[in-house]
């Protein structure tokens, strides 16, 4: 029973270690939700990286030509850290 129980608590912890961080990443990056969730869902799904326009897609504001080139990457580069960290992979 103690078995069921620890594993309770570190799976409700990592649960909340996910959710603050998901919020977090959408905070820092101003990204809405549901669409980051999606372009998440997709990435465990397929398997593959997200494409740049679905993470374009995810910014609450839609950068310049010439800001994409920075900004995309590194959107690309936190969903991908935060798939790993958080997923089975």
Sequence with gaps: ???RSSYSTT?????EERTVAFEVLCAEEKLYTD???EVIDTYLYDGRK????DVAGTLQIKPKLLERKTIIPRVLDKIVDFVEKFYDR
């Design 1 to 3: 029973m103690r078995l």
């Design 11 to 15: 799976f409700k912890f990592v649960e």
């Design 35 to 37: 669409k980051l969730k």
């Design 50 to 53: 997200p494409l740049n326009d």
